[in-house]
């Protein structure tokens, strides 16, 4: 086996990324829901309960558009508005357990197939791919934030 060029694994991600998309916006149609409601969702997914300005700056929308999406998907049963448990004058947004219930059965797979080809790199091999793609997320984290404030 040779070892990939590093434009490769560029364009490895770049593909991983496209499919991800799609994928995403197939989930999204099937649930009747935007992109940017899924977004949303998955933010909650991955970091739990967050404040509407925490979910807002991770969408990069403004104030008005997170009190509509929260609203929507609070309507839709995705989501749940709950006073924040140490500051009461914040209200944290987090997954409604009908969310949970809700996923359809090839997400879970999809979960299940990615955490079982996680578990086959080589465990010598993983810390370098986590660095990896963090630093690939940082980068496209970057990119979002100038692309938001062009200087």
Do not use: C, K
């Amino acid at each position: 086996m040779t070892t990939p060029r590093p434009e490769e694994m560029a364009a490895s991600l770049q593909r991983f990324g496209l499919e991800r998309d799609r994928m995403r916006a197939v989930l999204a149609s099937g649930a009747n829901i935007s992109a940017t409601d899924l977004d949303a969702i998955e933010h909650l997914e991955a970091d739990g309960p967050l404040t509407q300005r925490q979910l807002g700056d991770r969408l990069s929308l403004t104030s008005g558009a997170i009190t509509m999406l929260v609203d929507r998907l609070e309507e839709g049963g995705w989501v749940r508005r709950r006073r924040h448990p140490s500051d009461r004058r914040y209200i944290l947004v987090e997954l409604s357990a009908q969310a949970v219930e809700r996923m359809p059965a090839a997400m879970v797979d999809y979960h299940n197939r990615i955490r079982a080809i996680a578990a086959q790199v080589p465990a010598q091999h993983r810390e370098a791919l986590r660095r990896f793609l963090q630093a690939a997320a940082d980068a496209a984290s970057l990119a979002a934030g100038e692309l938001s404030h062009p200087t």
